[in-house]
Each structure stands twice: as structure tokens, then as C-alpha cells.
């Protein structure tokens, strides 16, 4: 198991029907994008969140809450939620739309993939 399917399956059911919404495996993980950017997913029992350089160091001071480092080098702007921070589902909705709200501001990327 590289990410935890349970959790994955909790996040696609908050984003599946957002206009611009798709998914994929990465990181070896899941990421689910909106509008061609990044916005969370799960690696391992994590929730990825990308929370932008604003709120990234507010959100490193709160419970469950670590720095997105998993190649040894960190990704600031983005976190990583253990899997006691969202076991309630309102706490996965705040986390989500969290990153959904960030992710919302930044331009539309293009696809390059072959259609």
C-alpha cells in the first residue's frame, strides 16, 4: 500500500464534482487537482495539503500538522496532515477546503498530455 485508499476515497468525495477537478497517482500517492494545479491528496496515511506560503507557517503550530518533506527536501507552502488530524470528517472538510481556497487563486494550468 503506498497511500491509504480509505482516505483517499473520503477526499474525492468532498472534490469529484468541482468544475476543473481530476486525479491522479503521484508522489506515490494520490493528488487530486483543480483546474491543472495541485491541490492535496494522500501519501501514505497523510492528507497533503497545498496551503500556500500565507498560511504555511500558522499551520505548522497546530496539532497533527508537519512540513511536506518526503525526498529530504521541503515543500514550503505545502503540509502534511497525520492521520489523527482528520479522523472527523468536519476536520477533513476544513483541511480540504482549505487547500481548495489556495489552490482557486492560482492560474489554470494547460494540460501537455496527449488527449
Not at 10 to 16: D, G, Q, S
Not at 104 to 113: G, R
Amino acid at each position: 500500500m503506498t497511500y491509504n485508499e480509505v482516505s483517499s476515497a473520503r477526499v474525492y468525495r468532498l472534490l469529484h464534482r468541482r468544475k476543473g477537478f481530476s486525479g491522479k497517482q503521484m508522489f506515490g500517492g494520490f493528488g487530486y487537482l483543480l483546474n491543472g494545479n495541485m491541490c492535496c491528496g494522500v501519501w501514505k496515511d497523510y492528507l497533503i495539503l497545498r496551503i500556500g506560503p500565507d498560511a504555511y507557517a500558522e499551520m505548522l503550530t497546530k496539532p497533527h500538522i508537519k512540513k511536506f518533506d518526503i525526498t529530504g527536501k521541503e515543500m514550503r507552502g505545502w503540509v502534511m496532515v497525520e492521520p489523527e488530524g482528520f479522523v472527523d470528517d468536519a476536520d477533513l472538510r476544513r483541511f480540504v477546503g482549505q487547500a481548495v481556497t489556495f489552490t482557486k487563486s492560482l492560474p489554470t494550468k494547460v494540460s501537455t498530455e496527449a488527449k
